[in-house]
């Protein structure tokens, strides 16, 4: 990639075309390297010296945290233009920068302000997208993540997944006095929003297709029920509490039923339920262990873990329950499935020598890509466009979050919070 | 061997308390001897009908079997090894003779290896131990079960040593 880029940068400034370039650069899904790109602190007006946030800051993060990307550092940047027709194209193919990400932050009224950026090919010579946003200072994390979104699209033909948000459980303080929290977060880590507390576990968050609920397992009655609460209100209705294990809820993609384990008929199974009548359906009727149910984004099928093969592995069912094919063959132990969301691959918790590890299984292929090398590593879950996902891992004694890219290239820890975080969830794309 | 006698003694005791009238808590036969000095000291006076002083020889004696209320598992595994058999059966003679007495089992497995599964293979272990009791004469109406899987390990750290306290089933009185 890298020397491709050089020969067609040696080409252009041979025949000294700006406007049309010779050769194209195309973005491939087999792409080697990180596109070099560089965003550069946006300009600002306004009463106080700087901008309310460094939007700039934030979408360089975004960018690189999606392992597509490599963003210039900002003391290597060789020049500050905050407008289109400031760019001097040939300072920056000097430094081998694709595109550039420029923009300027003015303020209309206190509180208010409007967002401009512009998306230059250096290649090319020429503006490629231009956006305004109105924004109060609240909304201004979420343009930054807009913008990332609009840059990633624009240059991979993928959607970007910045501007969501990641469920996840925390634990804090004493043995004696332990706290659990379910948090919803931006998928960078901030605006961090406590939306339940308790003295007791707290587990298995999962996001409705709308993005509007979440599905929890708590034992805030000393034993497992599964909740239903509604996001932005707080409001919750029980949905499960029978008798033994009520765990592992999972939506079904159309948003009327969720997926889960009961073990009210002596061992655990999975079973589906309608959310309108809560009436059940079993779907399996092994005396294995039978959990984790995770259904497939075309709503036709369901991976879950089961121990009936004598450990525990992955296997495969009709949505409609019956027989179940087994998908995974290396090591012993391969649980807790996430689909990516074009249903093509399943994450999940695979065990090796060193310990356990996230591996992804292409489902067409049978390959499986192990991703990390922690030690208990755990939780794995896709971003909604497939190209992360975020996991539970430990940092010493600690309890953090890391996110690798699907091609495990890329890693980044994200450990914001105080105390011990696990079980990420991260949201569907906003259906807004 | 140490925990047959535990048997023995909870046997003879109960045996004792058959065969009591109102008087305090009598000892009886050699095989109390055995254990004599401790009992001796722990002795109470109260009247039998109460069942005072049985229950808390039982419950409050340090030395009684029924003190020790967890069992303990190998990796992945629900088996309930030969010791540990003997000793549910202590605390299934203690229940069978006290169908009033609840009891909870709640299961728990190690840290590693996925949280929901680890749920299930903790209700495992405590249908285990849940299928040992009712076989020794404790009612299904006597026991429930819960599983924390993970959630509540016994010892903090990433080895062996902690791993082992968490592999457990704990038998809670209520």
Redesign the interface.
Known sequence: MKNLLKTSLFLLLLFGSTAQAALTIEITQGVEGALPIAVVPFGWSGDTGTAPVNVAAIISADLSRSGRFEPLADSDLVAHPTDAKQVLFHNWRMVNVDNLVIGKISQTTPGQYTVQFQLIDILRGKQIAAYSFPAAHKDMRRVAHHIADLVYEELTGERGAFNTRVAYITTSGPVSNRRYTLVVADSDGYHPQTILTSKQ?L??PSWSPDAKQIAYVS?EK???EIYVQDVLTGSRRKLASFK??N??PRWSPDGRRLVL?L?RDGN?EIYTMDLKSKALNRLTTNSA?D??PCWSPDGTSIVF?S?RGG??QLYRMSSAGGKATRLTFDGK?N??ADFSPDGRKLAM?H?ESGG?RIAVLDLESGALRVLTDG??D??PSFSPNGSIIIYAT?EG?REVLAAVSVDGRFRQRLSLQAGNVR?PSWSPFDKQ | MKLSIYRLVTVVLIAVLAGCSSKGGTKDGAAIEDRGTSAGDGAVTSGLGSGASFESYLMDNPDSPLQSRVIYFEYDSAEITGADIDLLNAHAGYLGANPGQRITLEGHTDERGSREYNIALGERRAVSVQRILELNGVSSSQVTIVSYGEEKPAADGNSEPAWRLSRRVEIIYQ
């Open positions: 576990p587990m298995s034992f000393k034993t497992a033994g294990i765990g592992a384990t073990s655990p262990i959990t984790e873990t121990s450990s525990p132990y649980a807790d918790v065990r356990y030690q208990q755990e939780s430990g004694s079980e």
